[in-house]
């Protein structure tokens, strides 16, 4: 099992930048997969990106390709999700994720979540 806690939210102005930390317990981390996800008011949760067990393959959902970068650091056994040119449209409760390393760097069969931390972007 692993346990995971979101932190690095807050409240940032169109243009700005943000970076979500992912801190999970235990020493099994490398063990798994992660992803990012977002969930707006009234709005279904979003699949942003995943990132493999190594850090050597990532992906990115088109909505932030090329502005949000994800990444690990195994040994702090934390998870990134750095966001650049921040739109109002990405205020939501972020959420990180993990599963098992064999399977796919996708939107599914995740199962382990934190929290969420609250982005709200300003226009």
């Known amino acids: 099992q692993v346990q995971l806690v979101e932190s690095g939210g807050g409240l940032v102005q169109a243009g700005g930048s943000l970076r979500l930390s992912c801190a999970a317990s235990?020493?099994?981390?490398?063990?798994?997969?992660m992803g990012w996800f977002r969930q707006a008011p009234g709005k279904e949760r979003e699949f942003l990106s995943a990132?493999?067990?190594?850090?050597?393959?990532?992906y990115y959902a088109d909505s932030v390709k090329g502005r949000f970068t994800i990444s690990r650091d195994n040994a702090k056994n934390t998870l990134y999700l750095q966001m650049n040119s921040l739109k109002p449209e990405d205020t939501a409760v972020y959420y990180c994720?993990?599963?098992?390393?064999?399977?796919?760097?996708?939107?599914?069969?995740?199962?382990?979540w934190g929290q969420g931390t609250q982005v709200t972007v300003s226009s």
């Open positions: 994720a993990a599963k098992g390393r064999l399977y796919p760097l996708d939107a599914h069969e995740y199962d382990y």
């Open positions: 235990g020493r099994t981390f490398p063990s798994y997969n």
């Open positions: 990132i493999s067990w190594s850090g050597g393959t990532t």
